[in-house]
């Protein structure tokens, strides 16, 4: 199995720094109040954490790795600030909106892991979420 983090997280590497994206996310990085994220998340569990270096970027999420003292990974996935001048009203979505499609496709993810179902791979049978 890839481990959580991947190699290939590559952060603002291959953006251009001139690049919007690449002063979008160096604000949205120095604003994000990181020890708040590992004390909740050291909370959360009753373990401690740190984050790791490594993170990705896309056009929409930050993501960035928390590897607890007890071997535990969890990944935290962070909603970019909107930048209509590049997406325009792509990203238009309200909050509670944005917040319905994050939790559906965790909903999503969390039955395909525990199903053991690989919805491009050897096991073809119709893949459908339980509600709630």
Known sequence: MAELGSGNWVGLEQIDEDDELYD???AFIGAIKWQALTSLAT?????DCQLS???SVGH???VRRLQFTDGVSWIARLRLPDLPSMFGQREALNAEECMRIEI?????LRYI????????GRNT???TCPSG
């Open 24 to 26: 979008r996310t160096t």
């Open 43 to 47: 909370r959360m569990r009753a373990v």
């Open 53 to 55: 270096e490594k993170y």
């Open 60 to 62: 929409f999420n930050l």
């Open 104 to 108: 559906a496709t965790m909903k999503y």
């Open 113 to 120: 892991i525990n199903a053991g179902a690989h919805p491009h």
């Open 125 to 127: 049978r119709k893949l």
